[in-house]
């Protein structure tokens, strides 16, 4: 399984900015698909998750209402879209799978599969 996230970039405050993560080596129908975020001496953090199976999406309350998470079946691929963005919005962003589905969704643990980070840069 591998997962190869792009997207990001350098965009000024309230710009927008979509992050793709294209998956491969197998089906994904029954997995759940997230984004994570880093940033220097920081955990990572839970962004957005989505239920490959059903649709369903969860979000962190930082992004809620800015952020949004969906799935294209025929390309293996998730998105997010970053609205609204924010100065720390700033963070290496990366995608994650859960090949159990598991229905926990928010924790580092939770998942088996990692892309490599994508750069996300606000100015202000």
């Known amino acids: 399984v591998q997962l190869q996230a792009s997207g990001g970039g350098l965009v000024q405050a309230g710009g927008s900015l979509r992050l793709s993560c294209a998956a491969s080596?197998?089906?994904?129908?029954?997995?759940?698909m997230a984004w994570f975020r880093q940033t220097p001496g920081k955990e990572r953090e839970f962004v957005a998750a989505i239920n490959w199976s059903n649709g369903r999406t969860y979000y962190a309350g930082s992004v809620k209402g800015r952020f949004t998470i969906s799935r294209d079946n025929a390309k293996n691929t998730v998105y997010l879209q970053m609205n609204s963005l924010k100065p720390e919005d700033t963070a290496i962003y990366y995608c994650?799978?859960?090949?159990?589905?598991?229905?926990?969704?928010?924790?580092?643990?939770?998942?088996?599969?990692w892309g490599r980070g994508t750069l996300v840069t606000v100015s202000s």
């Open positions: 080596g197998r089906s994904f129908s029954s997995y759940a």
């Open positions: 994650a799978a859960d090949r159990f589905n598991s229905g926990s969704y928010y924790t580092v643990d939770d998942y088996d599969y």
